[in-house]
């Protein structure tokens, strides 16, 4: 068995900038970060448009208490306010310290770090690299990780969240180059595993986004909070589902419909392109379905709007947001300097998650679990509510990483190593292992991770019905059976990324049963979640967070307050 004080999954922003706290707070610590990538493989690291905080350098006007309410707002009142007051007052800070530690932001001609305007900020605070800002960073904190000698376990895939008597003790994990397994054991254990975007049909995520945290803390009893509420980004290049950055509207680009209208004029006059991310999408997905989309011969009808950039010139497009021309170039042949982009909605972000306080512990019940810490897209703090803002991600993954990270530091001070017995937990994992092997299905993999990324497309997607998510949880049924009988092709123990793809769609499966089955329940329409069959926001009966509770025989559905510790809750408008 492997022990160490402290174990990170996940090698993002979140979980690097944990670790080079601990490091910093006690650097006689034994600390290590698990990843089933390589850590600068992480998600982060196609982050483009950039990071929150109120520095001041473009607009001086700027607050953290506006951030907070822009923040607040753009959540749909369901954002804890007292995590949200944290996010915005830590946000000059770590920014600062990331520039100290390296990061090479875009500058202002006097040499000051710029800042872009971004949907739903009432101000110009985005902090960017070019279009590349999660680049910039990841791969600072994992130079750090190095020189503060943290131990990486790379391309390693943990299968299992250890809890016993309440405390998390450790995990089970699976080297993917030889198909070895170990049970490492730790006094703290962290997950900072990222979003799911690979349960649906059409993504912005990468193809490691399989929401493997938030099913294993789900196998393990844990609550989930908030799954109902999936991001969709207004913006992905049709049709692939890349990401065209917020940085691109930020700039000044339009969305244009069929008839050549800027149409967001009809559903967030003040904001335009930069309204909020929930209205922005719904519109695109509206204007489509009203027959004012467009089709690649130019005609209306089709399936995407344009984003055109083509007034903002060619020096702006290729000093601010070269690698959006580039995607876009590469992808679909598209010269953004002189042609628009075709464009449409695109999943991108999991608001829910694991759990957790201002300092990462992760609740459970009325209390906490013991031992057992989260933070970064995988968490659910809840800085974004129903809805985040574009570059709040990042920035809740340094201010969050940050505060766990000291925690931890401080937790596992005179603590022991929980008391494990490893043998049953390899036998257990050796047996799953073997079985999805040896069984003789029908079914491949990519074939029931079609069927089941179309089905949360069809039945969960942008616009929502309690007649549509039923079906859709039936069928999902209909999945998880077929699951029991899939066949692989890759029997052996090298490399099998066959075998780590099983262990995923597994993950997915679990996750989307609870997406569906909160969506379900929240009977209103509120940020990205939008209920045809309920379409006010009912803060009588749903300001409150929900908390899912996985199990093999159901999903129960349990409920949190929200804190309201700034703003009353008002209508949305933009
Ligand atoms: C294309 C794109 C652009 C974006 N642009 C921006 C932006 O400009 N601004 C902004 O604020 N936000 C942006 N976001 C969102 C933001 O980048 C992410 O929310 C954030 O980077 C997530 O970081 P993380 O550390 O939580 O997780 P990730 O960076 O996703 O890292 C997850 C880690 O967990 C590991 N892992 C997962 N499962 C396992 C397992 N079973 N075993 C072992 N390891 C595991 C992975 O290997 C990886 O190292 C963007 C997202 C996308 C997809």
């Given at each position: 068995m492997l022990e160490h004080d402290v174990i990170i999954v996940g090698g993002g922003l979140a979980g690097c900038r944990a670790a080079v706290e601990i490091a910093r707070t006690d650097p006689t610590l034994k600390i290590a970060v698990i990843a089933k990538t390589h850590p600068i493989r992480s998600h982060s690291v196609a982050a483009q448009g950039g990071i929150a905080a109120t520095l001041k350098n473009v607009d001086a006007t700027d607050t953290w208490e506006a951030h907070a309410f822009d923040t607040v707002k753009g959540s749909d009142y369901l954002a804890d306010q007292d995590a949200v007051e944290i996010l915005a007052r830590e946000a000059p800070d770590v920014v600062i310290d990331l520039e100290h530690m390296g990061v090479l932001f875009s500058r202002l001609s006097d040499g000051r770090i710029?800042?872009?305007?971004?949907?739903?900020?009432?101000?110009?605070?985005?902090?960017?690299?070019?279009?590349?800002?999660?680049?910039?960073?990841?791969?600072?904190?994992?130079?750090?990780?190095?020189?503060?000698?943290?131990?990486?376990?790379?391309?390693?895939?943990?299968?299992?969240?250890?809890?016993?008597?309440?405390?998390?003790?450790?995990?089970?994990?699976?080297?993917?180059?030889?198909?070895?397994?170990?049970?490492?054991?730790?006094?703290?254990?962290?997950?900072?595993?990222?979003?799911?975007?690979?349960?649906?049909?059409?993504?912005?995520?990468?193809?490691?986004?399989?929401?493997?945290?938030?099913?294993?803390?789900?196998?393990?009893?844990?609550?989930?909070?908030?799954?109902?509420?999936v991001q969709f980004h207004p913006t992905g290049l049709y049709p692939v589902g890349v990401l065209i950055s917020e940085a691109v509207r930020g700039e000044g680009a339009y969305l244009i419909n069929a008839l050549g209208d800027r149409f967001m004029a009809n559903y967030a006059p003040s904001r335009m392109e930069l309204a909020p991310r929930d209205i922005t999408?719904?519109?695109?997905?509206?204007?489509?379905?009203?027959?004012?989309?467009?089709?690649?011969?130019?005609?209306?009808?089709?399936?995407?709007?344009?984003?055109?950039?083509?007034?903002?010139?060619?020096?702006?497009?290729?000093?601010?947001?070269?690698?959006?021309?580039?995607?876009?170039?590469?992808?679909?042949?598209?010269?953004?300097?002189?042609?628009?982009?075709?464009?449409?909605?695109?999943?991108?972000?999991?608001?829910?998650?694991?759990?957790?306080?201002?300092?990462?512990?992760?609740?459970?019940?009325?209390?906490?679990?013991?031992r057992f810490f989260a933070a970064g897209e995988s968490a659910c703090v809840s800085v974004h509510g129903a809805n985040r803002l574009g570059s709040n991600s990042l920035l809740e993954c340094v201010v969050y990483g940050r505060r766990t990270g000291k925690a931890i530091a401080q937790f596992v001070q005179n603590r022991k190593l929980p008391v494990v017995d490893e043998q049953p937990y390899i036998q257990a994992a050796k047996e799953q292992m073997q079985q999805l092997i040896a069984q003789n299905g029908k079914y491949r993999i990519a074939q029931i991770r079609q069927t089941f990324q179309d089905c949360m497309t069809k039945y969960c997607g942008v616009f929502r019905t309690e007649e549509l998510m039923q079906e859709g949880l039936t069928q999902l049924e209909q999945i998880q059976q077929q699951y029991q009988e899939i066949y692989l092709d890759d029997k052996g123990d090298c490399w099998n990324t066959e075998l780590v793809e099983a262990l995923e769609l597994r993950s997915l499966l679990v996750v989307g049963q609870i997406i569906m089955t909160s969506a379900l329940h929240r009977q209103e329409s509120r940020g990205a979640h939008c209920r045809e069959d309920y379409s006010q926001r009912d803060d009588e009966n749903f300001l409150k967070h929900t908390m899912a509770y996985y199990s093999p025989a159901g999903i129960d559905i349990q409920y949190r307050p929200v804190n309201i510790s700034m703003f009353e809750p008002k209508e949305r408008k933009y």
């Open positions: 710029a800042q872009r305007a971004f949907g739903g900020h009432s101000h110009n605070r985005t902090c960017y690299a070019a279009d590349k800002t999660g680049h910039a960073i990841l791969h600072e904190l994992v130079n750090n990780l190095r020189r503060y000698g943290v131990c990486i376990y790379d391309e390693w895939y943990v299968m299992r969240l250890i809890v016993e008597d309440g405390e998390a003790k450790g995990v089970v994990m699976y080297r993917i180059l030889d198909g070895h397994l170990e049970v490492v054991r730790a006094k703290a254990v962290m997950f900072a595993t990222g979003g799911y975007g690979r349960a649906y049909n059409t993504t912005s995520n990468d193809y490691a986004s399989t929401g493997d945290g938030l099913a294993m803390t789900a196998l393990a009893g844990l609550p989930l909070e908030d799954m109902e509420f999408s719904r519109a695109i997905a509206r204007e489509i379905s009203a027959g004012r989309g467009i089709h690649p011969d130019g005609s209306a009808g089709g399936a995407f709007v344009y984003l055109d950039l083509r007034h903002m010139g060619k020096e702006k497009i290729m000093s601010r947001i070269p690698f959006c021309w580039e995607e876009a170039h590469r992808l679909v042949g598209i010269d953004a300097v002189h042609q628009p982009m075709p464009v449409r909605p695109t999943i991108h972000y999991s608001m829910g998650g694991i759990p957790t306080d201002t300092n990462g512990r992760v609740r459970s019940g009325e209390g906490f679990i013991e």
